[in-house]
C-alpha cells in the first residue's frame, strides 16, 4: 500500500510565475490536509479537504492560494503570482475518515523556491 | 496559535532514555496530544497519541500529567536514528474532522 505522494518534490519558479503541487492521498483515503513550513518552524495547517469539498480552509492565504481536490486525480494546491515569500516546504497529509482516531498520514512534501 | 511549548533542543546519549517535555497548559478536555517526529525534513511520522491515560508502543511511550496540562514523550533506548525534530501537536476539532496545531519541535540529537 503506497503512502502518500507529492510530487514534485522539488519546485523552483521566479517571482509572478505559478506554481502547482499534487498530491495523491493513500488508498482509501478521502481526507485530505494541506501544511506549510517555513524553515526553522513547525507545519502550519493551510486547508482540509474531501472529495469535490473545501472544508476548511482558515489557514489558507486569502490572495493568490487555492486548493481542489477534483472527484477523480490528486489534489491540488495552487499559488498565483509566486513571491519569495512562498519559499516553503508545502506538506500534504490524508486520513481514512473523520473519527476520533483518525491518524494523519503524511507525504513527503514539496519544496518549493522563489526566485 | 501554537498550543504547545517544547524545549528547542536536547541532547541524549545513545541507549539512554530519552525524555521529551511539552507544555500545553489551554488545551481542552476534548483534545488529544499528539506527537510526531521528522527527520532529515521529510514528512512527519506518528509515533503516539494520547487523551488522559499514559500510552505506550513499540517506539515510545507517552505520559500525560493528570491535569493534562503537560505531558512527556519518552523513547526508552534512543538509538542514532532517533536524532529528529520531535513535534507535540494538539489536535483541534474542526468542520467535522481535525487539524493539528504543531508547536516548534524540540530537535533531539542521539550522541554516540
Given at each position: 500500500?503506497?503512502?502518500?505522494?507529492?510530487?514534485?518534490?522539488?519546485?523552483?519558479?521566479?517571482?509572478?510565475?505559478?506554481?502547482?503541487?499534487?498530491?495523491?492521498?493513500?488508498?482509501?483515503?478521502?481526507?485530505?490536509?494541506w501544511y506549510r513550513q517555513l524553515p526553522e518552524e513547525g507545519l502550519k495547517?493551510?486547508?482540509?479537504?474531501?472529495?469535490?469539498?473545501?472544508?476548511?480552509?482558515?489557514?489558507?492565504?486569502?490572495?493568490?492560494?487555492?486548493?481542489?481536490?477534483?472527484?477523480e486525480g490528486p489534489s491540488i494546491l495552487r499559488i498565483q503570482q509566486v513571491?519569495?515569500?512562498?519559499?516553503?516546504?508545502?506538506?500534504?497529509?490524508?486520513?481514512?475518515?473523520?473519527?476520533?482516531?483518525?491518524?494523519?498520514?503524511?507525504?513527503?512534501?514539496?519544496?518549493?523556491?522563489?526566485? | 496559535?501554537?498550543?504547545?511549548?517544547?524545549?528547542?533542543?536536547?541532547?541524549?546519549?545513545?541507549?539512554?532514555?530519552?525524555?521529551?517535555?511539552?507544555?500545553?497548559?489551554?488545551?481542552?478536555?476534548?483534545?488529544?496530544?499528539?506527537?510526531?517526529?521528522?527527520?532529515?525534513?521529510?514528512?512527519?511520522?506518528?509515533?503516539?497519541?494520547?487523551?488522559?491515560?499514559?500510552?505506550?508502543?513499540?517506539?515510545?511511550?507517552?505520559?500525560?500529567?493528570?491535569?493534562?496540562?503537560?505531558?512527556?514523550?519518552?523513547?526508552?533506548?534512543?538509538?542514532?536514528?532517533?536524532?529528529?525534530?520531535?513535534?507535540?501537536?494538539?489536535?483541534?476539532?474542526?468542520?467535522?474532522?481535525?487539524?493539528?496545531?504543531?508547536?516548534?519541535?524540540?530537535?533531539?540529537?542521539?550522541?554516540?
Amino acid at each position: 500500500n503506497a503512502g502518500v505522494m507529492q510530487n514534485p518534490r522539488h519546485l523552483v519558479r521566479r517571482r509572478g510565475q505559478e506554481a502547482r503541487l499534487r498530491c495523491s492521498p493513500m488508498k482509501g483515503h478521502s481526507h485530505v490536509y494541506w501544511y506549510r513550513q517555513l524553515p526553522e518552524e513547525g507545519l502550519k495547517f493551510m486547508v482540509y479537504l474531501q472529495k469535490e469539498n473545501i472544508i476548511d480552509e482558515s489557514g489558507m492565504p486569502k490572495e493568490r492560494f487555492s486548493a481542489e481536490f477534483p472527484k477523480e486525480g490528486p489534489s491540488i494546491l495552487r499559488i498565483q503570482q509566486v513571491v519569495r515569500g512562498d519559499s516553503a516546504a508545502y506538506f500534504c497529509a490524508s486520513s481514512p475518515t473523520s473519527g476520533v482516531d483518525n491518524e494523519q498520514f503524511f507525504g513527503p512534501g514539496t519544496r518549493l523556491t522563489v526566485l | 496559535d501554537a498550543k504547545t511549548t517544547q524545549p528547542p533542543s536536547m541532547d541524549c546519549a545513545e541507549g539512554r532514555a530519552a525524555n521529551l517535555p511539552c507544555n500545553h497548559s489551554t488545551i481542552s478536555g476534548n483534545e488529544y496530544v499528539y506527537w510526531y517526529r521528522q527527520i532529515h525534513s521529510q514528512g512527519p511520522q506518528y509515533i503516539i497519541h494520547g487523551l488522559k491515560n499514559n500510552e505506550t508502543n513499540e517506539m515510545a511511550s507517552l505520559i500525560i500529567t493528570e491535569d493534562r496540562k503537560s505531558s512527556t514523550l519518552i523513547l526508552p533506548h534512543a538509538t542514532l536514528r532517533d536524532t529528529a525534530v520531535y513535534y507535540c501537536i494538539v489536535r483541534v476539532a474542526t468542520s467535522g474532522t481535525y487539524k493539528y496545531i504543531f508547536g516548534t519541535g524540540t530537535r533531539l540529537k542521539v550522541l554516540a
